[in-house]
């Protein structure tokens, strides 16, 4: 009887823990982002799926099945934009097919401008250099002396403008120049750095590093050394650098098994923080702010016009809002990457902006006045790398560079300038100024009838495409026709640094219409009521299938043998 009673609580018991189990592995799942983003692993098995396969030069005109007047209008574009290249381009051009075949970022980056199955047919016509020579206001100047306005923001340190940097590079270093490369001590400049840096992010120790990605690291690892948690938790499509553990789909050949993607501002991802014990923290990257749970936007994956930002501010502060109380009651480490919108948003950075305080924060960028840089801020009891009671158990971080003097003494120069009445009038109405500007230009775009818009959180910007076509990429080249430099990720991501005036911006709104009608004039935008983001889609994912299974089939040219 007694052991009948005993078996029955014991089963009753593995019955509750196993239901429990279910249910918490069901709340993750729930909290997973529907798209392939939002689950890594399948990513990567689709990924290693997708055939390589290209459109020969009749397909590469008419990938969606435009009529053979179309194609021959879009051909004859985009041999006046090659001529153009060709003709403008030629220094830049000359040197950079000499380094190509050894850089092999360079490979990587003009490979991948444009969607694959175009890439070589563009590589082979567009050779725009990727060299610069010089710099100034908001222009940048190619080895011809082509200028161009520039909206690549350099990856988001440009938030004041290149001067302003030079300036700080040049007046850092003549300060530290006495002692020079010295490493290991500390340049007294560092002093003010540290304060400041408290003082700007609110929290109580600072520590140096070389990079935006092992900032990040290394909150991370404090987080897991406090907490005695593995997990990290990271919403999806943001980018926290290229780190294994924050980059666990697509690109890492690593399976991140201690990561977490969810669904942000989603209350599913609100239930997993509850109930979870293994949570060590929570890393949010404010840009996402601008299209939550979408990837960075590039244009080589932009294969329709599927694109969407759209940034609310209210709704944004709100959700951080939640994150931090869930955060608090469970002892989760709530951890701002700021690496890309700190300083730039506010200056104060997110935590001001959205006005919600974390426990760890992350600068990166332009922080160290243009020179290579990554900070961590926290809470005392976070930053600790000890314990007191147990000497031989550490949170191990170092980094030879760390703390350099010359990289120590451009930040003194940015931090003091950030402190400048201009500095702060910069700041008063940040947002007023960009969110005007974006509507205008918006308005502009949709007077001239012209199937673009864009989409803005204060100065950083996307482009997104109302109308469905599979040429949306081909813009970025308009663009640079246009006089207006982009990063490799193209239409994706436009960033402006703050010394922008009226008339900068009211000529770089005129030529994005230019751009937009130059590239409407030659037909990319042709439309059928059959296209559809839908069936362009699908036509997509039948060239696939037909790659994988029939490679010589259609009009695309032999898959391998390129
Ligand atoms: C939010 C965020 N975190 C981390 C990083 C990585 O910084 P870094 O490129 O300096 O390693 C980036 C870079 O773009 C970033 O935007």
Redesign the pocket.
């Known amino acids: 009887m007694t052991n009948s009673i005993l078996l029955t609580v014991s089963a009753g018991i593995v019955l509750a823990v196993v239901l429990r189990k279910l249910q918490v592995r069901l709340q993750l799942s729930a909290a997973k982002h529907p798209s392939l983003t939002g689950h890594a692993r399948m990513a990567r098995r689709f990924a290693a799926l997708v055939p390589f396969y290209e459109y020969g030069e009749d397909r590469f005109f008419r990938a969606d099945d435009a009529p053979e007047a179309v194609a021959a209008n879009r051909r004859a574009g985009f041999m006046r934009l090659a001529g153009i290249f060709e003709q403008r381009y030629v220094k830049s051009a000359r040197m950079t097919a000499e380094v190509q075949d050894g850089i092999s970022d360079l490979q990587f980056t003009s490979r991948y401008r444009v969607p694959f199955q175009f890439s070589r047919f563009v590589r082979e016509h567009f050779k725009p250099g990727a060299f610069l020579a010089s710099s100034s206001g908001v222009t940048v100047t190619d080895l011809d002396g082509n200028r161009f306005y520039d909206l690549t923001g350099s ?2 340190v440009n938030v004041f403008g290149y001067d302003f940097y030079k300036d700080c590079i040049a007046a850092g270093s003549e300060r530290v120049r006495e002692l020079g490369p010295v490493l290991g001590a500390y340049h007294p400049v560092t002093v003010y750095n540290v304060a400041r840096l408290k003082a700007i992010s609110g929290l109580d120790e600072v520590s140096f590093h ?7 690291m290394q909150a991370v690892r404090l987080a897991r050394y406090h907490t005695m948690r593995r997990k990290l938790v990271r919403f999806c499509g ?5 780190w294994g553990d ?1 980059q666990p789909g697509v690109g890492n050949p690593q399976i991140a098994r201690d990561t977490y993607t969810l669904k942000e501002m989603d209350p599913a991802a609100l239930r997993v923080l509850r109930t979870r014990r293994d949570i060590a923290c929570v890393l949010i ?1 404010p ?1 996402q702010a601008l299209h939550p749970n979408g990837s ?1 936007p590039g244009d080589s994956t932009l294969v329709g016009s599927e694109r969407r930002a759209h940034f609310d501010r209210a709704a944004y502060s709100a959700w951080l809002r939640e994150l931090r109380s869930v955060c608090t009651a469970r002892g989760i480490v709530l951890i701002f ?5 700190g300083f730039r948003l506010a200056r104060g950075g997110a935590q001001e902006y959205f006005g919600v305080a974390a426990d760890l924060v ?1 600068y ?2 332009t922080v160290a006045g243009g020179l ?3 900070v961590v801020c926290g809470r005392r009891e976070i930053m600790k790398r000890f314990r007191e009671d147990r000497p031989a158990d550490i949170c191990f971080a170092r980094g030879t560079f760390n703390s350099h003097p010359y990289v120590m003494g451009a930040m003194y120069e940015f931090l003091q300038r950030l402190e400048r009445p201009e500095i702060s009038a910069i700041y008063e109405n940040l947002d007023e100024v960009w969110n005007m500007r974006a509507q205008r230009l918006n308005e502009r775009l949709r007077a001239a009838g012209l199937p673009v818009s864009v989409a803005n959180l204060s100065s950083i910007w996307t482009i997104t495409y109302t109308q469905p076509s599979r040429y949306n990429w081909m813009f970025q080249y308009y663009l640079r026709a246009a006089g207006l430099a982009l990063s490799w990720v193209g239409t994706g991501r436009l960033i402006f640094s703050l010394n922008f005036t009226d008339a900068d911006f009211n000529e770089v709104a005129d030529r994005v219409v230019a751009a937009a009608e130059a590239m409407q004039r030659d037909a990319w935008w042709w439309s059928a009521p059959q296209l559809t983001n839908k069936s362009i889609k699908r036509r997509v994912l039948k060239e696939m299938i037909q790659a994988r299974c029939l490679p010589s089939m259609g009009s695309m040219s032999s898959p391998r043998s390129k």
């Not at 990457?337 to 919108?341: G, I, P, Q, S, Y």
């Open positions: 990856y988001g070389m990079s935006g990605t092992e900032a990040v943001a980018y926290h650098g290229w924050v990257n840009l960075a990457d700021e690496v890309f919108v992350t990166g960028k290579p840089i990554g």
